[in-house]
């Protein structure tokens, strides 16, 4: 089967490994193009996989002949422009999360997407493609734990000690947390009720340390921990609750050491080391859906989702009290098989 001629938009730290994964462990793909403003990153990325075209324009990327999909990895404030661009191209796109930078804007997809009749857009909600999340979901969906009553997740960053607002901590870090508890629950969340530590009592506006309480349309009930100032490494994991048991991911999966009377493990720098297999699986089920012309994955649905109750945690986190989830109707082509 012909390979498909993927252009890249953005090639920093993701777009880099998106390129790399590309070109080396999905044999049905090619890079044929790559953009960024950085016109020394794309000299070094271009030579690396030996992508024909460079472009500092993305639009220009995406409206080439020779691209006949488009990854975006460039900063989070260009992919709803982006990405409309590729559904006014009619060209397959696969977006680095977030969709956009409010359910608002994600919704504007969402409608051009159904207007168009077809599913173009896939989100890097990659957790979906993680082995061990995988496994939690396979068991959950099993029913041998019984109905799922609650959802826990814990997502560590080591951190820069560089300030962030709540808003950017909820749409750029815990938004993934957030799909992962719509997608592993298999249900909608209705409720969030948020607080936070900031990073000091005189900056309100700035949050590392997120808890968000969740309510689950089936009545289930959630939890997710979103620390991006860890100080120490990168850790992301899950359990689930049903009736009849639990189950949970463990994200330490390196050797063991017992020395001097400790007994330790390594924990991994960051998201680059912790899903490197993820990320793998996603670009490959991505261009293999493109090739059989199924799209697959976390849709521009789930991207909305994920931002309308990232938004709702957002007010939250504001007012100090508890914020309802409107759920919107799904158009019935976002329904998993
Ligand atoms: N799925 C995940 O787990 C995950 C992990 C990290 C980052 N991300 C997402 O990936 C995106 C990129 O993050 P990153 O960590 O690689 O950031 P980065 O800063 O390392 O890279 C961004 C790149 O985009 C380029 N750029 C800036 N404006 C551009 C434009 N208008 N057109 C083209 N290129 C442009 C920059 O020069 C840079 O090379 C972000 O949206 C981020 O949220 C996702």
Redesign the pocket.
Known sequence: MKQVQIGV???????ERHVRNLTQEVGAARVVAL????GV?LAHTAAACGAAHTFTD?VALIHHPDVEAVLI????R??ASLTQACLDAGKPVLC??PLAQSAAEAKRLVDAEVASGRRLIQV?L?REYDPAHLKVKQMIDSGALGRALAFRGVHVNAGSLTPRTIEDVIV?SAVHDLHSARWMMGDEVTRVHVSYVPYSADRPETARLVLIQLHFRSGAVGCIECNVEAGYGYEVDVKLTGERGSVETSSLQSAVVRANNQRGQWVEED?LQR?EIAYIHEVRAWVHSLQAGVAAGPSAWDGYMSLLVADACIASAQSGQPVDVDIPTMADMYRRK
């Open positions: 938009i953005g090639v920093g730290g993701m777009g953009s960024d403003v950085d990153r993305g990895a460039a900063p989070d260009f992919h680095e999360k890097g990659m750029n998201w899903f």
